[in-house]
């Protein structure tokens, strides 16, 4: 069965402080790995795509990585402006375009 | 930039009430995508169109939701009888065609309050 776990459930940051968020997944042929950012009561934010293993991209402090079984999202420098639920979503291979997500990481980053 | 929009923004009913949702997805999108999300919890895909074809239904879509896109632009959702557990923020989102992973674009959302 197709699946995404998140880790850490939560994680609180001093600004500045950098980290990583993790995406495990397991999918029967992967067409893409999504990253988005969620705010309270708000739909999800798209932020990136990544298609195969070995690919980053960026935006701002934040980098996206990709391995055959996990994402990483890290955060550089982050600010209190950077607060928010990160959601990661697998699209499966076949004739599905449903995106199968994970529970998010929610991050709160103090002043 | 008009992005996806969804009406109402929030709903309160009563139990057995039924209630319909809109949405508009990006203009230039053919593809469309209902999911439900709880409160700690990522969403979850209900049902997707591509324009007016509904091409795929989760068995979370029981037999009281229904969705249409009848021209192939706007969609609605429908829940009959509502229960309480029934109670979750229900998004759309819409993306292009692509063979490749697309990413979908999501609207604000309409809460949904089954009193």
């Known amino acids: 069965e197709d699946q995404v776990t998140q880790s850490p459930e939560a994680l609180r940051l001093q600004e500045g402080e950098s980290s990583s968020l993790n995406c495990s997944y397991t999918?029967?042929?992967?067409?893409?790995l999504f990253w988005y950012r969620q705010d309270p009561g708000k739909g999800p934010e798209f932020l990136f795509t990544?298609?195969?293993a070995g690919e980053e991209k960026e935006k701002e402090r934040l980098k996206a990585t990709l391995t055959k079984k996990e994402s990483f999202l890290h955060i550089t420098a982050p600010k209190p402006e950077d607060s928010a639920t990160y959601l990661c979503?697998?699209?499966?291979?076949?004739?599905?375009?449903?995106?199968?997500f994970g529970t998010g990481t929610l991050l709160a980053v103090q002043p | 930039d008009t992005g996806v929009s969804q009406d109402p923004r929030h709903k309160i009913t009563k139990r057995g009430q039924n209630v319909t949702f809109r949405c508009d997805p990006i203009?230039?999108?053919?593809?469309l995508y209902w999911y439900r999300q709880t409160l700690g919890q990522g969403p979850e895909f209900l049902t997707y169109?591509?324009?007016?074809?509904?091409?795929?239904k989760s068995r979370l879509l029981s037999d009281r939701f229904s969705a249409e896109r009848p021209k192939g632009s706007f969609s609605t959702l429908e829940i009959q009888r509502t229960e309480q557990g029934d109670s979750a923020m229900y998004l759309c989102?819409?993306?292009?065609?692509?063979?490749?992973?697309?990413?979908?674009?999501f609207g604000p959302g309409t809460r949904l309050t089954v009193l």
């Open positions: 999918v029967s042929g992967l067409r893409g």
């Open positions: 203009s230039e999108h053919n593809r």
């Open positions: 169109f591509q324009n007016e074809a509904q091409l795929e």
């Open positions: 989102a819409s993306s292009l065609e692509g063979l490749a992973g697309v990413e979908q674009f």
């Open positions: 990544l298609y195969s």
């Open positions: 979503a697998v699209q499966a291979g076949g004739a599905t375009n449903k995106l199968i």
